[in-house]
Every structure is written in structure tokens, then in C-alpha cells.
């Protein structure tokens, strides 16, 4: 392989990202996968297991790991770490009384080394239901402040119903990805020419 063939491939990778999405269970995870990718929503049933979705989003591709969130899966989450440029973690901002599960689950999430370089978008879903905590709120429970202050991350609220807020998280997540792997590539390049 030639290094111009290299360089394209790099290239080429700087355009399509892994995402991987989790959270609990009912919180929205794979209503917005087909929202985002314009399908219908009308019938969704609980994903066990997962599946992946490609989208072309802007100018990217998108590999989408849509996890199934049940506690009988939770312990398979790790199985699917492996090249996550982003993670997407699906709150029910409604379900006042599984917060502390989900801040337990999320915690756990963010001590794996395989996720370390991941970029984490936060949806606190379904704000169009009545009584759904503010992202603010979801942020305060999450206590997203004490997180790790290199990782990049954003909590966005949104309704997987509607689709609002979707695109600016979206967006959010695949800037910060694009920004990430245009480093990287700044590194790697000059070595390549090194070798020439």
C-alpha cells in the first residue's frame, strides 16, 4: 500500500464514526436512532441485544450501536467498547425514580479505559413529557461537574418524539469527533512522511 493510499484511508476514517448509544432501559435509545435517520416511530419494541444503524449525517457517516438497556444486558455493554469515538448516554428525564440507577450505571460507564478517549453527548430525552427534570436537573443528578475535565461532553435536552433537540446534539457529537481525529491525523501524517 502505497502512502498515498494510507493517507486516504486516513482520511476516509476522519469521516466515519463509531457512536456507540446506552443507557437504561425505556429511555428512548432507539426512537432516536430512527428519528434522526427519518424513519418511523410509530412501533418500537425493546432492543435486546443491539443493532446498527448507518447513517449519513451531514457530511459523515455515522455506525451506530443502539445497546439494549435492560439489567440482564447491562454486564454485555463492555462487549461493544472497542473504537467508540462517541458515546451517546439516553436519559429518561421523566422516571424520577430510576435517576440514581442511571447516575450508577453512567459512573460505571465512564471507568472503562476502552471509553476513555470517547467524547460523551448526554440526552435527558423526553422533555416533552410532563414533569421531566431539566437537562440542568439531569446534569446536577448526573453531578457531571465532578467529571473528568478532559473528556469532552455536552447534555442536551431533546424529545425523541418530536425530534428536537436532536440535530444539536448531533452536531455537537460529530464536531467534537471530527475535531479529535483531525489531531490524531496531524500527528500521524508527519510520521508517514518520515518514512518517505
Not at 425505556?26 to 435517520?37: A, E, P, R
Not at 443491539?50 to 457530511?59: Q, S, V
Not at 442511571?102 to 423526553?126: M, P, Q, V, W
Amino acid at each position: 500500500m502505497g502512502l498515498l493510499s494510507i493517507i486516504r484511508k486516513i482520511k476516509h476514517k476522519e469521516k466515519e464514526m463509531r457512536i456507540l448509544m446506552v443507557g437504561l432501559d425505556n429511555s428512548g435509545k432507539t426512537t432516536i436512532v430512527l428519528k434522526i435517520n427519518g424513519e418511523d416511530t410509530s412501533v418500537i419494541s425493546p432492543t435486546l441485544g443491539f443493532n446498527i444503524k448507518t447513517i449519513n449525517y451531514r457530511k459523515y457517516i455515522l455506525n451506530i450501536w443502539d445497546v439494549g438497556g435492560q439489567k440482564t444486558i447491562r454486564s454485555y455493554w463492555r462487549n461493544y467498547f472497542e473504537q467508540t469515538d462517541g458515546l451517546v448516554w439516553v436519559v429518561d428525564s421523566s422516571d424520577l425514580r430510576r435517576l440514581d440507577d442511571c447516575k450508577h450505571e453512567l459512573d460505571n460507564l465512564l471507568k472503562e479505559e476502552r471509553l476513555s478517549g470517547a467524547s460523551l453527548l448526554i440526552f435527558a430525552n423526553k422533555q416533552d413529557i410532563e414533569g421531566a427534570l431539566s437537562p440542568e436537573e439531569i446534569a446536577k443528578v448526573l453531578n457531571l461537574d465532578a467529571m473528568d475535565k478532559t473528556r469532552h461532553w455536552r447534555i442536551v435536552g431533546c424529545s425523541a418524539y418530536s425530534g428536537e433537540g436532536l440535530l444539536e446534539g448531533f452536531d455537537w457529537q460529530t464536531t467534537v469527533v471530527k475535531n479529535v481525529k483531525l489531531k490524531a491525523s496531524e500527528v500521524i501524517e508527519p510520521v508517514f512522511l518520515l518514512l518517505r
